[in-house]
């Protein structure tokens, strides 16, 4: 009896059983997800029953898994369909604690439905932004992977069109990060060249382009792979 009274007094006060704990101690052979779905299809959730996502992790990544957390009134149900030693122990259990259950029903405040329904709406919110935060983080480390293995540089409007920034915010920030500045060319023209802190961090060069419409060489600062990885990495800051 030691297993059930585990689970009884580890949810006593929340006035729920863990279905799958109660699954484990029945020994019943079938998958849980199909046991417990067939148990409780004449049951309403919310009310005879709550559903919580949880996100777990594995070797094999994150996985959800779906708790089911039940009223006593459902597990002595699902205990007497089971039809066997275990179900006995769990229904005479309750049986013997019920004096205890109700003197505690009387002590603590009844959690209403909606409540109950209110916590696994809010958890779900944070399970959401959870797996959001971890897309957002695979695909930096996936576009951070395609720019490590190349040798490309990149223009501030092609940076930009990655980082799915303004132009003129990628340059506001490389200006006061200390990335470019101002100099006037030979031709007396305002253009922006890398500091000398960005070439030694190898965060950014001034480069010779041709450009094919004008059929002419022109001068431009452009982003290294190894800088553009850093600005993926501090995109957010950029934004704000």
């Given amino acids: 009896m030691q297993n059930i009274l585990t689970i009884t007094d580890k949810y006593l006060q929340q006035q729920t059983i863990n279905a799958r704990e109660l699954w484990v101690f029945l020994e019943n052979k079938r998958q849980f997800a199909d046991w417990i779905k067939d148990r409780l299809k004449d049951f309403e959730e919310n009310i005879d029953y709550i559903r919580i996502s949880q996100i777990r992790e594995t070797s094999k990544g994150a996985t959800t898994l779906i708790e089911y957390y039940i009223t006593q009134y459902t597990a002595e149900h699902i205990a007497m369909i089971e039809r066997n030693d275990k179900g006995k122990q769990v ?43 971890k897309q957002t983080i695979d695909i930096q480390d996936n576009t951070i992977d395609q720019i490590s293995n190349t040798q490309e540089t990149y223009s501030i409007t092609e940076a930009s069109k990655k980082l799915n920034l303004k132009i003129c915010q990628l340059t506001q920030y490389l200006i006061d990060k200390k990335w470019i500045r101002y100099l006037l060319d030979s031709y007396k023209t305002k253009k922006l060249y890398s500091t000398s802190y960005a070439t030694q961090s190898n965060f950014g060069i001034d480069k010779t382009v041709f450009n094919k419409k004008l059929n002419s060489y022109f001068h431009q600062f452009r982003i290294t792979s190894h800088g553009m990885n850093y600005l993926i990495k501090k995109r957010n800051n950029i934004d704000n």
């Fill in 91 to 133: 229904r005479n259990f309750f049986r013997q604690t019920r004096d205890k259950l109700n003197m505690i029903h009387n002590q603590v405040p009844q959690i209403d439905s909606k409540f109950l329904l209110q916590i696994a709406q809010e958890m779900q919110k944070k399970e959401l932004l959870i797996e959001e935060q």
